[in-house]
């Protein structure tokens, strides 16, 4: 018998989080809603992450039932018109869903915008005038922070989509097969450091069986978290790159 990989990851903000990046993400008006398209993109993330086994937190299956809910409710034909003058027209089903998204942004606005005046007053600092010259030919560094934890599970899922099946299955004796996470990380810088131009996403996944392709991604999760590698999208849908960080080990 195997044994499944229990992974619990601390990266991911919530679910209000990544509903609010699939609306940035499809440029979705968040005041009105499309229920049925955001329900499926949302529960599609929510399959990636169990295919990686990951230890996914209740509070994204309370929300994937709450989109259910809502997508239900908007599917009810609508009730006739009351003639009491008194009675107030039915919510929409989305409208608390839009506060708690719409507050949602606006403290997580107010968070970045506290992060980048920190940011800002640790470089602030004096010292005499030294020349510049040797500097000339150094490139710059690349930012991290430009693809986020939700592009990486989209490029997963992308990943093991383009992976065909055999057109016969294959007759093979199971063993299991140990790959510990710190070993894949050593790899992966590795890798990186030969490429100062950058590597694919998907060319750090060499081999396609499950444990390795779900130690790779723990790997890349925790290099990110270290501040070691950074994940960088040029665009929406556009292929993520991997760096290196210059101040990296």
Do not use: W
Request: charged share 25%; aromatic share 8%; hydrophobic share 40%.
């Amino acid at each position: 018998m195997t044994e499944s990989y229990h992974v619990k990851v601390e990266g991911f903000e919530g679910p209000l989080d990544l509903l609010l990046h699939l609306i940035q993400r499809y440029e979705i008006d968040i005041y009105d809603i499309p229920v049925a398209r955001i329900t499926e993109q949302y529960m599609s993330y929510i399959h990636t992450m169990q295919q990686l086994e990951l230890d996914v937190a209740s509070e994204y299956l309370v929300m994937a039932a709450t989109l259910l809910v809502i997508k239900s409710q908007m599917l009810l034909p609508n009730q006739p018109e009351a003639f009491d003058d008194e009675m107030e027209a039915e919510e929409d089903p989305r409208d608390e869903l839009v506060r708690r998204l719409v507050e949602y942004k606006r403290y997580k606005k107010a968070a970045q915008d506290l992060q980048m005046k920190e940011l800002q007053a640790h470089r602030i600092y004096s010292k005499p005038p030294s020349p510049l010259q040797e500097y000339g030919n150094e490139q710059a560094p690349v930012e991290p922070g430009e693809a986020s934890v939700y592009d990486m599970l989209a490029a997963m899922s992308r990943l093991m989509t383009r992976q065909s099946p055999s057109a016969a299955p294959i007759e093979t004796k199971v063993t299991r097969e140990e790959i510990p996470i710190q070993t894949r990380m050593n790899e992966v810088l590795h890798s990186l450091g030969s490429n100062p131009g950058g590597t694919r996403f998907e060319n750090l996944f060499p081999e396609r069986t499950k444990p390795h392709v779900v130690a790779t991604f723990m790997a890349l999760l925790e290099l990110m978290k270290a501040n070691e590698i950074t994940c960088v999208q040029a665009s929406h849908f556009d292929e993520l790159m991997v760096y290196k960080r210059e101040d990296a080990t």
